[in-house]
T-cell receptor, first 114, second 117 residues
Framework: EAQVTQNPRYLITVTGKKLTVTCSQN?????MSWYRQDPGLGLRQIYY???????DKGDVPEGYKVSRKEKRNFPLILESPSPNQTSLYFC?????????????FGPGTRLTVL | AQTVTQSQPEMSVQEAETVTLSCTYD???????LFWYMQPPSRQMILVIR??????QNATENRFSVNFQKAAKSFSLKISDSQLGDTAMYFC??????????????FGQGTILTVHP
C-alpha cells in the first residue's frame, strides 16, 4: 500500500530533550515536506526537500532541523524542544514539486512539550 | 506573499442538505492551483478537490464542487447531499508555480463542519 508513515504518532516530552520524528514514504517520491498544524493558523510549512541532500526552509523553520540522506526518509529533529513547539506535525510527499503534483500526507504526530 | 483566509471557523448542516464553505486568497501570481482538503477526526489530510487557475470551468468531484471566482480571488466549496461522514475540518489551500509560494501549500485557518442527523 502506497503511504507516508510517521513515528511516533503521539509524544509527550520535556523542554530541552532532543527528539526526532521519523517520516518515510514508499512511493519513490522526490519531494517531501514537514508542516505543523496549530488552532486558528492552519498548516504551515517547516522545511521541504526536493531530493536527497537538498533541503530548504519553509515558513516556520526556527527550532527545527531536517536531513534527507535517503530518498524515502525525511526526519524532523528538534534539538531543544520548547513548549511553543507543542503542535500536530504532518509529513507529506509528492512525485514532483507543487502545484501540479498531489501531495500525500502522513497520519500526523501529536507532540506535547512540557 | 500569498495568504488564504477562511472566515467561517465553524459551520453546521443537516444531513442531506447543502452547505457552502468560503475561502478567499491573495496573490500576485497568475499560475496557481487551489485546493480543498478535509481532515476528519482521524486527523488524516484528504484531498477533496482542486482547481487550476487558468481553467474557467469549476471543478466537481461527486457531491463536492467549487465556485471559483478568479477576479474576486474567491474559492468556495459546496457540499451537496451532506452526509455524516462529511463531518471534518476543511482547509482551503493555495500553491503557485513560482514566487514565494513555490514548492509549498499555503493553508487557510480551517472551517469545522458538523453534519447533524
Amino acid at each position: 500500500e502506497a503511504q507516508v508513515t510517521q513515528n511516533p504518532r503521539y509524544l509527550i516530552t520535556v523542554t530541552g530533550k532532543k527528539l526526532t520524528v521519523t517520516c518515510s514514504q514508499n512511493m519513490n517520491h522526490e519531494y517531501m515536506s514537514w508542516y505543523r498544524q496549530d488552532p486558528g493558523l492552519g498548516l504551515r510549512q517547516i522545511y521541504y526537500s526536493m531530493n536527497v541532500e537538498v533541503t530548504d526552509k519553509g515558513d516556520v523553520p526556527e527550532g527545527y532541523k531536517v536531513s534527507r540522506k535517503e530518498k524515502r526518509n525525511f526526519p524532523l529533529i528538534l534539538e531543544s524542544p520548547s513548549p511553543n513547539q507543542t503542535s500536530l506535525y504532518f509529513c507529506a510527499s509528492s512525485s514532483g514539486i507543487l502545484p501540479n503534483n498531489e501531495q500525500f500526507f502522513g497520519p500526523g504526530t501529536r507532540l506535547t512539550v512540557l | 506573499a500569498q495568504t488564504v483566509t477562511q472566515s467561517q471557523p465553524e459551520m453546521s448542516v443537516q444531513e442531506a442538505e447543502t452547505v457552502t464553505l468560503s475561502c478567499t486568497y491573495d496573490t500576485s501570481e497568475n499560475n496557481y492551483y487551489l485546493f480543498w482538503y478535509m481532515q476528519p477526526p482521524s486527523r488524516q489530510m484528504i484531498l477533496v478537490i482542486r482547481q487550476e487557475a487558468y481553467k474557467q470551468q469549476n471543478a466537481t468531484e461527486n457531491r463536492f464542487s467549487v465556485n471559483f471566482q478568479k477576479a474576486a480571488k474567491s474559492f468556495s466549496l459546496k457540499i451537496s447531499d451532506s452526509q455524516l461522514g462529511d463531518t471534518a475540518m476543511y482547509f482551503c489551500a493555495f500553491a503557485a508555480y513560482g514566487g514565494t509560494s513555490y514548492g509549498k501549500l499555503t493553508f487557510g485557518q480551517g472551517t469545522i463542519l458538523t453534519v447533524h442527523p
